[in-house]
């Protein structure tokens, strides 16, 4: 079993940065797939980006903007956000599942309990 706790949420300024960091404890996650989606008040809960051993992918409505990395020797996933933008407003949670599963919240087996991201304009 896994257990995942992300921090790193906050108020941030339109424009500005944020690092959210999601730490893995139970198993090694070295070869899960390790996603970071988003929901909003009123929302689904929606895809932000995705890595699986050397590949990431990212929505469309945040690529180029914000990075997901893994390390390894700490077991923990980051997703940096960068010029964020007041529409990035939401509850992040880290995901992981031992097997590919695409970019659905069903298809993820382990969930955090999410963490507030909050930007202003």
């Known amino acids: 079993q896994v257990q995942l706790v992300e921090s790193g949420g906050g108020l941030v300024q339109a424009g500005g940065s944020l690092r959210l960091s999601c730490a893995a404890s139970g198993r090694t996650v070295s070869n899960y797939a390790m996603g970071w989606f988003r929901q909003a008040p009123g929302n689904e809960r929606e895809f932000v980006a995705v890595s699986i051993y050397s590949s990431t992918v990212y929505a469309d409505s945040v690529k180029g903007r914000f990075t997901l990395s893994r390390d390894g020797a700490k077991n923990t996933v980051y997703l940096q956000m960068n010029s964020l933008k007041p529409e990035d407003t939401a509850v992040y949670y880290c995901?992981?599942?031992?097997?590919?599963?695409?970019?659905?919240?069903?298809?993820?087996?382990?969930w955090g309990q999410g963490t507030q991201v909050t930007v202003s304009s």
């Open positions: 995901a992981a599942s031992r097997v590919w599963k695409g970019v659905l919240p069903k298809g993820y087996d382990y």
